[in-house]
C-alpha cells in the first residue's frame, strides 16, 4: 500500500525542534511539564507532539538494556558486497530479527550493521550460514562491543536553557545509575516490550494493553525504569534535526589510552553512539554532523589533539534501512 504521507517531510521549526530538546532530556515528561518549560501552551505542546507522531518524523521508544536480557554484547558488522549488490544485501541484513542497526555505507565498507544476537550459541550461525549465505555478500568481519561510552540517548540538542535543563533534569535525572542487573520476571519482560515500542506509555495504558490492573502496571514499570532496564529515548533520524551526514569511525589506540580516549570521545557532541570493541578496531565512533566541515573539525581537529590514537577509519553512512530496529523510510519511521 503506498505511503500516503509526502515522500519528502516538511522540516521542522524553531518550536519543534525545542520540543524535541526538552524530549530529548525527559522522554516520559508530561504535557504540563513540557509546556512549562518551553513557555507554550499545553495545548500546542499536545498538537506538536501529535503532529510530529502522526507525521512519523519522531517517535519515543525505550532503550532496552541488552546485559540484562541476553547474554551477549552488541556486535558491529561490517559487508564487503559484489558490485551492484550492496543495496539488495543491506536489505537482507536489516530484515534479520537480530539486526537493531543497518545501513549503506562508502569507505570502509558497503554495508555497516549493529547485531544483537539472542544467545552466544547461536552467533556462529548467525555470521557464517544467515548473513554469509546472502547472495551478494562477499566477506565481512565482526567487532565485538566491550563496554559502551556514549549512545543516542546520550546524544542532545542544544538548544535548552540552563533553567530550562534543570527544571527537565529534575524529571530525568542526567547522572547514570548503574543497571540492576537482576533477571527480570516474566511480567516485568512484558513490560520491558511495551515500553520498548512506546517510551511515553502510561501505567492506564501498559495495563490495558497487557491485561493488568493499573496498580500493578504501575509498579512493574517503575521497577524496570528504576533498575534501566529500559531507557526512554526520542527516536528522530539527526538530518531533520539539522545533522545530515553521518559517519562511522573506526580508530585503533595504544592500548594504555583506549579507555580514556573512549570516555573522551562519549563526550563530544556529534557523538551518537560510542563504544569499545574486540576486533580489528579498538573502538567505533558513529557521529553525526551538520556539514563536512564539522567532520573535518573532528578528524583534523579534535581528534589530532588526542594521544594515542593509532589510526583512523571512516565510513560514511549513505542510507539508513534501519535504527534501532525501527525500518526507516527517507527521514520517517517506517510504518
Partial sequence: MPDSLDATPPGLDAADLD????LQRAPRAGVRLLAEVLDVAPSTVSR???RLVEARLLKVISQLNWSVLTE???QHLWIAARPGAAGRVAKD??????????ALTAGRSDVYCILQPSARAQNADLLTERIGGIDGVLSSHTEIVLRSYASATTWLLDRLTPGQEARLRAENPAAPRPADTSEPNADERRVVRALQEDGRASAADIARRLGLSQSTAYRLAQSVLDRRLVIPRVEIEPALLGFPLEAVISLTAEPRAIRDLAATLGRHPSARFVSTVAGISSMIYHGAFRDENDLDQLLTGDLAALDGIRTVEVAIVLRVLTRYWLPREGLRLGA
Fill in 93 to 102: 541484513v536489516a530484515a534479520l530479527p537480530e539486526t537493531q542497526y543497518a
Fill in 19 to 22: 520540543l524535541v530538546a526538552a
Fill in 72 to 74: 551477549i554484547h552488541p
Fill in 48 to 50: 506538536r507532539l501529535t
